[in-house]
C-alpha cells in the first residue's frame, strides 16, 4: 500500500481534465481532492455534473486564482436540493474542495 500523500497524488493526476473536455478553456485543467471524492461518493453525486457546472461557470466568469463558490439550483431535481460546489482556481489548476447538497439557506 502506498502512503497516502502518493495516492492521493496519483488519483488527482487520473482524473485531470485536457483538451478534448468542451467547456473549459484549453489550458485549464480539473482536480478533485480526496475529501470532494468522499463527498461525492456519499450524496452520490456525479463528476460529470460537477465538471459541467464548473465548466459553465468558468466560461461566465474570469477564471483568476482565488477560491469560488457555486450554488446551482439547476440539477435540483436529480439530487433534491440545490447542489453547492467549492473551488479553488491557482494558475491554470481548478481543485475542487468539496460537493454536496446545499440543505439550509436557500430560497
Same mark, same amino acid.
Given at each position: 500500500m502506498q502512503?497516502w500523500?502518493?495516492?492521493a497524488?496519483?488519483?488527482?493526476e487520473?482524473?485531470a ?9 484549453l489550458e485549464?485543467t480539473i482536480?478533485f481532492?480526496?475529501h470532494?471524492?468522499r463527498r ?7 463528476e460529470?455534473d &460537477?465538471r =459541467?457546472?464548473?465548466? $459553465?461557470?468558468?466560461?461566465v ?5 482565488g ?7 439547476t440539477?435540483a431535481?436529480?439530487y ?7 473551488y479553488?482556481?491557482q494558475?491554470?489548476?481548478?481543485t475542487? &474542495?468539496t =460537493?454536496?447538497?446545499l $440543505?439550509?439557506?436557500l430560497?
Amino acid at each position: 500500500m502506498q502512503p497516502w500523500g502518493t495516492e492521493a497524488k496519483a488519483i488527482l493526476e487520473s482524473t485531470a481534465m485536457t483538451a478534448e473536455d468542451d467547456y473549459l478553456p484549453l489550458e485549464l485543467t480539473i482536480r478533485f481532492s480526496r475529501h470532494c471524492r468522499r463527498r461525492m461518493q456519499l450524496y452520490g453525486i456525479d463528476e460529470g455534473d &460537477v465538471r =459541467a457546472l464548473i465548466g $459553465r461557470y468558468a466560461q461566465v466568469k474570469d477564471p483568476g486564482p482565488g477560491n469560488r463558490e457555486i450554488v446551482d439550483k439547476t440539477l435540483a431535481q436529480k439530487y433534491r436540493y440545490p447542489l453547492k460546489i467549492v473551488y479553488s482556481v491557482q494558475a491554470n489548476v481548478i481543485t475542487v &474542495v468539496t =460537493a454536496y447538497p446545499l $440543505r439550509k439557506g436557500l430560497d
